[in-house]
């Protein structure tokens, strides 16, 4: 059996809110076209503020799931007081929490039962982001289960497992710093203000991906 009280891994804790904004009677400047992004010093977390047409949402996300509700707060604050936001901040936040993709934290598979997605654990750990991979993965697992032919034991659906590991890459490494925080929080610093680091590191590696080949080409697909 799966069991929801294995080893977990690193937890990602995030709130966020959306709300509708009256673009003509708007105090605060977010452009429509243009996501904004704003990292913790320490680079454990990050903010985001973006338009949806008439809509605004704004959140934030950290390894640390015991300050996320503080944090909020002052990131709240720190977009008001340069007018990103509306000064009013009676939004109704949502929570959630999942797991990076980094270490293995749990069993997927077992028989007659599939992980995937946010449940497998297979977020990003540079980002964060787990849409894509649960796509991927919810991809394989059904190419596992028409290859499985009907028998759905855990050895039968193996190449899943087999398929993730390939995929993501998952690994025991800790995503635990070896440096001290106020080392690590200078290093982010500077290297936040170098515009090759942030297009090259940050958005094409860490949040695009875009060195990455599309999964149809290693997905085994049997049509029946």
């Known amino acids: 059996m799966l069991n929801a009280g294995e080893r977990s891994g690193p937890v990602v804790a995030a709130q966020e809110a959306e709300f509708p904004v009256d673009a003509a009677a708007a105090s605060f400047a977010v452009d429509g076209e243009t996501p904004e992004l704003y990292f913790s010093a320490d680079l454990n977390g990050y903010g985001w503020c973006f338009r949806k047409q008439n809509y605004l949402n704004v959140g934030l996300g950290l390894l640390d799931g015991h300050a996320c509700s503080a944090a909020t707060r002052s990131f709240v604050s720190y977009l008001q007081k340069r007018g ?13 929490a999942y797991l990076l993709a980094e270490p293995r934290a749990r069993r997927v598979l077992e028989d007659g039962v599939m992980l995937i997605g946010d449940a497998a654990g297979l977020a990003y750990p540079q980002s964060g982001e787990g849409i894509r991979p649960a796509i991927e ?10 290859t499985a032919g009907g028998n759905y034991s855990r050895d039968r659906l193996a190449s899943y497992e087999q398929q993730l590991q390939a995929r993501f890459g998952l690994s025991d490494r800790s995503h635990t710093s070896v440096l001290p925080a106020a ?8 290297l936040m203000r170098v515009p090759a680091f942030v297009r090259h590191i940050v958005l094409d590696r860490w949040f695009l991906r875009s ?4 999964l149809g080409r290693s997905v085994n697909w049997v049509i029946g």
Do not use: D, N
Not at 84 to 96: L, N
Not at 138 to 143: P, V
Not at 183 to 190: D, E, H, P
């Open 211 to 214: 060195a990455e080949p599309p």
């Open 183 to 190: 080392v690590m929080s200078a290093l982010a610093i500077g």
């Open 84 to 96: 990103r936001v509306p000064a009013s901040s009676s939004w109704r936040w949502r929570g959630h």
């Open 137 to 146: 993965s919810g991809l394989m697992a059904a190419a596992a289960i028409l």
